[in-house]
């Protein structure tokens, strides 16, 4: 693995997108990478970060959509394993080269998922915030990663098929922070709110899908 890209949507919260991105460099140690961010519906965001950022790409969907349809939008196109973040946390020091590292020790051929250990979290899915090699990127349907069908909380189906596939591991050094309301109450914002009034849908696709045996990406489903 010679490159990565790192993708991360966001939604009107410019300072905790800042405080992310602010941790990435010391995060990857050298490693050559290119860094997306799509503002969801968000134009203020990348007015701003365009006239003041180098080095991040950024995009604007015009349309309030959702993370699942950022995050595929980008993932269509990566040539690269696949590095898909939240713009409420922060990376470690090393954290990322440790996936990396991670990832070329297991999956030399790019065909696995390695997850970030959410150090704050007491529990989380390894699959929250992830490494995706391009040989399991292309399991997916036109490379995307994420069932359309989702809105906002859609990562189950990523932990469901690379378990099933003995694809997955979690990088234990690899340390984040996540700034997620459930234990930081007071990083409750309105996009949070806005994001959780999916959840309910979101969740009952995911428990109907389960149900019927259904994982996105496996044989195409």
């Known amino acids: 693995?010679?490159?990565?890209?790192?993708?991360?949507?966001?939604?009107?919260?410019?300072?905790?997108?800042?405080?992310?991105?602010?941790?990435?460099?010391?995060?990857?140690?050298?490693?050559?990478?290119?860094?997306?961010?799509?503002?969801?519906?968000?134009?203020?965001?990348?007015?701003?970060?365009?006239?003041?950022?180098?080095?991040?790409?950024?995009?604007?969907?015009?349309?309030?959509?959702?993370?699942?349809?950022?995050?595929?939008?980008?993932?269509?196109?990566?040539?690269?394993?696949?590095?898909?973040?939240?713009?409420?946390?922060?990376?470690?020091?090393?954290?990322?080269?440790?996936?990396?590292?991670?990832?070329?020790k297991w999956f030399p051929d790019g065909d696995g998922v390695v997850g970030f250990n959410q150090i704050n979290a007491r529990k989380f899915s390894?699959?929250?915030?992830?490494?995706?090699?391009?040989?399991?990127?292309?399991r997916y349907p036109q490379r995307r990663l994420f069932y359309p069908g989702y809105f906002h909380f859609s990562c189950q189906e990523i932990e469901h098929l690379s378990r099933k596939l003995g694809k997955l591991k979690l990088a234990e050094k690899a340390h984040i922070m996540h700034y997620h309301p459930a234990f930081?109450?007071?990083?409750t914002d309105k996009t949070h709110v806005e994001a959780r009034r999916h959840k309910a849908a979101d969740k009952q696709l995911s428990i109907e899908r389960f149900r019927k045996g259904i994982i996105w990406g496996d044989n195409g489903n």
């Open 184 to 187: 930081n109450k007071c990083e």
């Open 126 to 138: 390894p699959t929250g915030v992830a490494l995706i090699g391009q040989k399991f990127l292309r």
């Open 1 to 104: 693995m010679e490159h990565i890209d790192i993708i991360i949507p966001t939604r009107n919260r410019l300072e905790k997108l800042l405080r992310c991105l602010k941790t990435i460099p010391q995060s990857v140690n050298g490693m050559p990478m290119s860094i997306t961010v799509i503002c969801d519906g968000d134009p203020v965001t990348a007015q701003y970060l365009r006239a003041t950022l180098n080095g991040v790409n950024v995009i604007c969907v015009e349309k309030h959509s959702g993370s699942v349809y950022c995050r595929n939008l980008m993932a269509q196109t990566a040539e690269d394993a696949l590095l898909y973040a939240t713009d409420d946390i922060e990376f470690k020091p090393g954290a990322i080269a440790e996936v990396i590292r991670t990832m070329n």
